[in-house]
């Protein structure tokens, strides 16, 4: 049954591209597209494959990726570097991990309400934050040399943190399977009672992976304003980090294959920008349904995966010693 | 300090609300605004006069019910924060029979009404068969619909929907599908007397029929639910096709059930987040209909007060469901309390 998808998948890959060319739309300009829309999926899904492999689940992304662009342009503008923006939008990601994992680590909290919880906040407190800070609502545009600079690719312009993603996919994975501090992350998510009777601390190995998975989304996070777009909206992340939850499940856990469904949805995000441009095409197909094709592939992705993975087996369950 | 067991939730989900409001508090006070001045103009404008205790009530009615959507799935043991793209369609449902499908007096209004429900209930029902027979799960699924639901509704309040000449929004309802003002001075409609009938009848459905007991069955227990022949699907189903009649209404409540604009704009300004907020409601409701009702009044008044506060102080009204999702977070650990009565019991 799986192979039908990723046949589907490829089928896509390699059709969109031929269509857009006889649209009039270079591949090229998709790729590039999609490897930005790539690339806060791949960050905050790597992040959460780790996250869930310890037994927690961080419903809260989306959260983090509105709470840390807005926070990280606000660093790059008082640090006059993009760079800073990515790096403070890191840490806020990083902090906002590491308190969800705390009140579900030691509060023993129901994951699922506290990351609504946090969702909930980011809606109120990011129109509260971007009329704080620069007192115009909803929107703020920055000056263009803090944007990070693209880098030239065989694959076209190319984000640093593209790159950066794709390495910290590879890395996870190594991790996960070649080290011992992943096999202690595996284990403290299958059997928390054996980790802890084998003298580990629980609690910090699963306050790490929540830690870590925060950071990774926050520079996804950090990436949407000043990697991608150029500006601030209040609701800049739209579903994306619901969107990451679905490559999370769709990789059964598995920060390689995570990685390979955000391509697949940021190429779907792609095709999505490029159709709302192209002349010819945009006249005849409403905007509106065009801005669906993301969250319609998420709903029949999750549809046709979910149910046949395996995931840990204290996954989203608090531990608590007999 | 005791409390009795049986007032310990209304306790907990009042302590919670004040967790919530010394945080926000804190957020207000980091800011550069006084706490104190901006609770002071928030309990002020939400139950100062006659009108702004109306105006609460109103703000209540779309909240009571966006709370029930949340409740039932919680009740069933799911996660279904669908409220908000369920209650889009309830919208343009109510509007589309409330302003161009002319009919007489009386008939017009539940007729308008029920499509909003209807509406709402069909769109719950993508998330629920998913879910039933694909195990998909709720919340990424419930969530995609709502941004689905949002364009497809926008999309439709712009092209088919739309008032000539005015590009800002739909047409606006008939007088004949319009629920009376109860009075002038504030936007409280007779629908308010709709949500609470809707909330009370629901009540009676899970708490009193034998499908309503599978159904909270399942969400306690369902190993013994399977047991017992209940099938999950059914349940699954069930949940959230009440839940989307919930949201519906709560959709219709602001298009037919609220003046000055009776329609819906076309950015859906006048519907968007209520579905959301619902969550915060729900929780501090306990997952109740009826702690539901009590709970939106409760949520009602800030988001009424919020105004006065923005207005007299200067602290945005958008940090209102900032307060509401930190009241989310902090009803999502049960630990808290216990700890506390711990600590107090020492």
Known sequence: ?322 | MRTPRALRPLTESLATVALGLVAGGLLIWAFGHSPVAAYRALAVGAFGTREDLLETLAFATPLMLTALTFAVGVRAGLFNIGAEGQMYLGAVGATFVAGMVPMPAGVHLAAATLAGMAAGALWALIPAVLKAWRGAHEVISTIMCNWIALHLSMYLAINFLAEPGRAERTVPALPTARYPVLSEESTLTAVLFVAVGFALVVYAYLWGTRAGYELRLAGENPDAARYAGVRPERVVVLSFVIGGLAAGLAGASQVIGRPPAWSLYATLGNVTTLGFDGIGVALVGRNHPVGGILAAVLFGALAQGGRLMEYEVGVLSELVRALNGIIVFAMAVPELWTLLRRRLAR
């Open chain 1, 1 to 322: 049954m799986r192979w039908v998808w990723w046949l589907v998948a490829a089928a896509v890959l390699v059709g969109a591209p031929r269509l857009l060319e006889r649209a009039g739309l270079p591949p090229v300009s998709l790729l590039e597209t999609g490897l930005l829309a790539m690339t806060p999926l791949a960050l905050a899904a790597v992040g959460e494959c780790l996250n869930e492999k310890a037994g927690l689940v961080n419903i809260g992304l989306e959260a983090i990726f509105m709470v840390s662009a807005t926070v990280a342009v606000w660093f790059a503008e008082v640090g006059r570097s993009g760079y800073t923006g990515l790096l403070g939008g890191a840490a806020v990601g990083a902090l906002l991990g590491l308190g969800l994992g705390a009140v579900s680590v030691y509060g023993r909290a129901d994951q699922i309400i506290a990351g609504m919880g946090l969702n909930v906040f980011a809606l109120g407190f990011v129109p509260f934050l971007l009329i704080s800070l620069w007192a115009f609502p909803g929107i703020h545009v920055f000056p263009n040399e803090l944007m990070v600079p693209r880098v030239s690719t065989p694959v076209g312009q190319v984000s640093p943190v593209t790159l950066a993603a794709v390495a910290l996919a590879v890395l996870a994975h190594l991790l996960l399977h070649r080290t011992v501090l992943g096999f202690r992350i595996r284990a403290v998510g299958e059997k928390p009672e054996a980790v802890d009777v084998a003298g580990l601390r629980v609690d910090r190995l699963r306050l790490l992976t929540a830690t870590v998975g925060g950071a990774l989304a926050g520079l996804g996070g950090a990436f949407l304003p000043l990697g991608w777009f150029g500006a601030l909206v209040k609701e800049i992340s739209a579903g994306r980090g619901f969107i990451a939850l679905a490559c999370v499940v769709f990789a059964g856990l598995e920060p390689l294959l995570a990685l390979g469904a955000a391509l697949l949805f940021g190429l779907a995000d792609g095709f999505a920008s490029a159709v709302a441009v192209t002349p010819g095409v945009k006249e005849r197909v409403p905007f509106y349904f065009v801005a669906m094709i993301p969250y319609a592939l998420t709903l029949g992705v999750v549809a046709a995966v979910i149910g046949r993975r395996r995931f840990p087996s204290t996954v989203g369950r608090p531990y608590a010693r007999e």
